[in-house]
Nanobody
Framework: QLQLAEPGGASVQAGGSLRPSCSVSKFFFPTSCRGWFRQAPGKERGGVAV???????AYAEPVKGRFTISQNNTERTLYMQMNSLTVDESGTYLC?????????????????????WGQGTQVTVSA
């Protein structure tokens, strides 16, 4: 199971920062790829960033340079530092995992590849 460590969500003003976290069961270590996806009302769920067990990362173009995904293998926790947030980046952030690394499958934004999903945490960015 994937469990989010921030139930209840978080709010921040535009330009601010947040750092959601996700606890990941040991089943998904060491070989896997896990990351964050965003679901906004009326919009399709989309990939934000992923990291695999080899430390390789991939980011959606709009967040490059502002978001940093990381993981603590000892704690089995996934993080995503989000800086300079915009109002459009509000939504439910979900962590997810697949059992294929980025090296084996570089394409990472296909939702159906991810068989495990967290419950999601609400992020609200206000103007």
């Amino acid at each position: 199971q994937l469990q989010l460590a921030e139930p209840g969500g978080a709010s921040v003003q535009a330009g601010g920062s947040l750092r959601p976290s996700c606890s990941v069961s040991k089943f998904f270590f060491p070989t896997s790829c896990r990351g964050w996806f965003r679901q906004a009302p009326g919009k399709e769920r989309g990939g934000v960033a992923v990291i695999d067990s080899d430390g390789r990362t991939a980011y959606a173009e709009p967040v490059k340079g502002r978001f940093t995904i990381s993981q603590n293998n000892t704690e089995r926790t996934l993080y995503m530092q989000m800086n300079s947030l915009t109002v459009d980046e509000s939504g439910t952030y979900l962590c997810a995992a697949r059992l294929v690394t980025l090296n084996d499958r570089p394409t990472w934004e296909k939702l159906s590849d991810y068989g495990w999903w967290g419950q999601g945490t609400q992020v609200t960015v206000s103007a």
